[in-house]
């Protein structure tokens, strides 16, 4: 069984940087499981911000950033306004066809 | 620009079936391989079905497997779900979503929410 993981919360100040990771528990996440992660506000659809590691989709600010940190994914939000105050997910390509997303991290901004 | 319009959703009783349809538009339709992902409520996000720009391949979550049925008409641009034998944990809000390349999920549309209750 395959999970992936994502810390539950995590707490940034306004201009401040922070450091969300998605991790596998086996193994390591590497650039062939195509990471994406995305921003969820209460009744929004998800919005994509990266994927495939560290590309960001079109109209995302550069402040948002994805790349590979030791064995995880990881999604780095520098310079951290209110309006990023939202749930996050990241997603895994696990091969034949199968993705399987993070339990999500909800993010305060404070 | 991407555009993908989920409909379909709606209340049906456990064991009833229901058939969601995503209209897709802005992109070449039949070059790119599609999914539905699902959000049950104040819960997370999880993937139900994909299948290939060409149907050849077609992948299903082992909650949903047995149940659900992906197709798509690519001369008509719409990605389908056949849900039968619904049960109350299918509830969820159902969004249709396509990959690029290999990177899974990158476009979303705005959900389509189906309640099973009776």
């Known amino acids: 069984q395959t999970v992936v993981t994502q810390e539950p919360s995590f707490s940034v100040s306004p201009g401040g940087t922070v450091t969300l990771t998605c991790g596998l528990n086996?193994?390591?996440?590497?650039?062939?499981?195509?990471p994406g992660w995305y921003q969820q506000t209460p009744g929004q659809a998800p919005r994509t911000l990266i994927y495939?590691?560290?590309t960001r989709s079109s109209g995302v600010p550069d402040r948002f950033s994805g790349s590979i940190l030791g064995n995880k994914a990881a999604l780095t939000i520098t310079g951290a306004q209110a309006d990023d105050e939202s749930d996050y997910y990241c997603?895994?390509?696990?091969?034949?066809?199968?993705?399987?997303f993070g339990g999500g991290t909800k993010v305060t901004v404070l | 620009e991407v555009q993908l319009v989920e409909s379909g959703g709606g209340l049906v009783k456990p064991g009833g079936s229901l058939r969601l349809s995503c209209a897709a538009s802005?992109?070449?339709?039949?070059?790119?391989?599609m999914n539905w992902v699902r959000q049950a409520p104040g819960m997370g996000l999880e993937w139900v079905s994909s299948?290939?720009?060409?149907?050849?391949?077609?992948y299903y979550a082992d909650s949903v497997k047995g149940r659900f049925t992906i197709s798509r008409d690519n001369a008509k641009n719409s990605l389908f779900l056949q849900m039968n034998n619904l049960r109350a944990e299918d509830t969820a809000i159902y969004y249709c979503?396509?990959?690029?390349?290999?990177?899974?999920?990158?476009?979303w549309g705005q959900g389509t929410l189906v309640t099973v209750s009776s």
């Open positions: 979503a396509r990959d690029h390349g290999w990177s899974p999920l990158v476009s």
């Open positions: 086996s193994g390591s996440v590497s650039t062939s499981h195509y």
């Open positions: 997603v895994l390509y696990m091969g034949s066809g199968s993705k399987v």
């Open positions: 495939s590691t560290n």
């Open positions: 299948i290939t720009y060409s149907s050849d391949y077609i």
């Open positions: 802005g992109f070449s339709f039949s070059s790119y391989s």
